[in-house]
């Protein structure tokens, strides 16, 4: 059974940054399509960053590139997103979502459903 567990979110001052983990519960961390996605309150989940953790290959959202930085820790089995310059729209629930695949992750990384396995959550608040 596979966890994903995500932590490092609080209240920041625009122009501020926060770092989020994701620990997974896993005994391999190759072959994972790992993403962020957020919900800010009355939208819909957005997809945010994209990390293959197979061949450490990116993709971001426009709306946070150049920004927003994801990365892992293969050994360690965790997660990141380092978030800089954050912007009072940045306020949302961030969740880390993972599915396992040998294939390339796709330009569609972007949609919730192609993930199925999601942690709780952690709450980013931007003032």
């Known amino acids: 059974h596979v966890q994903l567990v995500e932590s490092g979110g609080g209240s920041v001052q625009a122009g501020g940054s926060l770092r989020l983990s994701c620990a997974a519960s896993?005994?391999?961390?190759?072959?994972?399509?790992m993403a962020w996605f957020r919900r800010a309150p009355g939208k819909e989940r957005e997809g945010v960053a994209l990390?293959?953790?197979?061949?450490?290959?990116?993709s971001y959202a426009g709306s946070v590139k150049g920004r927003f930085t994801i990365s892992r820790d293969n050994a360690n089995y965790t997660l990141y997103l380092q978030m800089n310059s954050l912007k009072p729209e940045g306020t949302a629930m961030y969740y880390c979502?993972?599915?396992?695949?040998?294939?390339?992750?796709?330009?569609?990384?972007?949609?919730?459903?192609?993930?199925?396995?999601w942690g709780q959550g952690t709450q980013v608040t931007v003032s």
């Open positions: 979502a993972a599915r396992w695949t040998n294939l390339p992750c796709g330009d569609r990384w972007y949609l919730s459903s192609q993930y199925n396995y």
């Open positions: 896993v005994n391999t961390f190759s072959s994972i399509c």
């Open positions: 990390i293959s953790t197979g061949d450490g290959s990116t």
